[in-house]
């Protein structure tokens, strides 16, 4: 089983609409969780870090099941610059070192 | 304010060959990543350092040196470039300290390495 596992995808949703990812992650012990965006042929960035409680920022949510170890990102009113791969991104430490990449859900948004 | 900066930004070698991948960050940043990105697949750890004069391994260490004389260069090196090695590299670095809390990663632009 990978540490770390995403639907690949790829999602192709109209503008407007709303996606959901869901990744899960192998380890238990994992203490941080993040979203990460990658565009084609460019360098991860940083979407949201992911809190037990769940959290929103903007069009945003995501939300983290320790019991089932997932963690999922919920994408409303989807945009044209929507459009990228997220990875989902796991580190075993309260921090941000050894972090553990998904390979990543391609999600194009369609005029 | 330049980040993360990566050189060269694409390379071809021939087997055989050696190389060294530059990166630098400017941000003061405590922590370096080395990262190997192949197509479709998530990203690689190759080594990392906690500072200066410190550096350790990732998942993937194998064929690759680093070095960390100074707070801002963790160069990667390729003493015998081979084609499992082609990929696109990508160094990275973030501050970790006291009450440090999620501090991203930031990442270079990137190193596309082609092995021949």
């Known amino acids: 089983r990978k540490e770390v596992e995403q639907d690949p995808g790829p999602f192709n949703v109209p503008e407007g609409a709303t996606v959901a990812f869901n990744c899960t992650y192998s380890n238990s012990a994992s203490q941080s969780f993040f979203w990460y965006r990658q565009d084609c042929r460019k360098e991860p960035k940083l979407l949201m870090s992911?809190?037990?409680s769940g959290n929103e920022d903007g069009r945003f949510t995501a939300q983290l099941n320790r019991a089932s170890q997932y963690i999922s990102l919920l994408i409303r009113d989807s945009k044209l610059s929507d459009s990228a791969t997220y990875l989902c991104v796991v580190s075993p430490n309260f921090g941000n070192e050894k972090l553990t990449f998904g390979t990543g859900t391609r999600l194009t948004i369609i005029p | 304010n330049a980040g993360v900066t990566q050189t060269p930004k694409f390379r071809i070698l021939k087997i055989g060959q050696s190389m060294t991948l530059q990166c630098t960050q400017d941000m003061n940043h405590n922590y370096m990543y080395w990262y190997r990105q192949d197509p479709g697949m998530g990203l690689k750890l190759i080594y990392y350092?906690?500072?200066?004069?410190?550096?350790d391994k990732g998942e993937v260490p194998n064929g690759y040196n680093v070095s960390r004389s100074t707070t801002e260069d963790f160069p990667l090196r390729l003493e015998l470039a081979a084609p499992s090695q082609t990929s696109v590299y990508f160094c990275?670095?973030?501050?970790?300290?006291?009450?440090?809390?999620?501090?991203?990663?930031?990442f270079g632009d990137g190193t596309r390495l082609s092995i021949l």
């Open positions: 992911v809190y037990s």
């Open positions: 990275a670095s973030s501050y970790h300290g006291q009450g440090a809390g999620d501090q991203p990663q930031h």
């Open positions: 350092s906690v500072g200066a004069g410190i550096t």
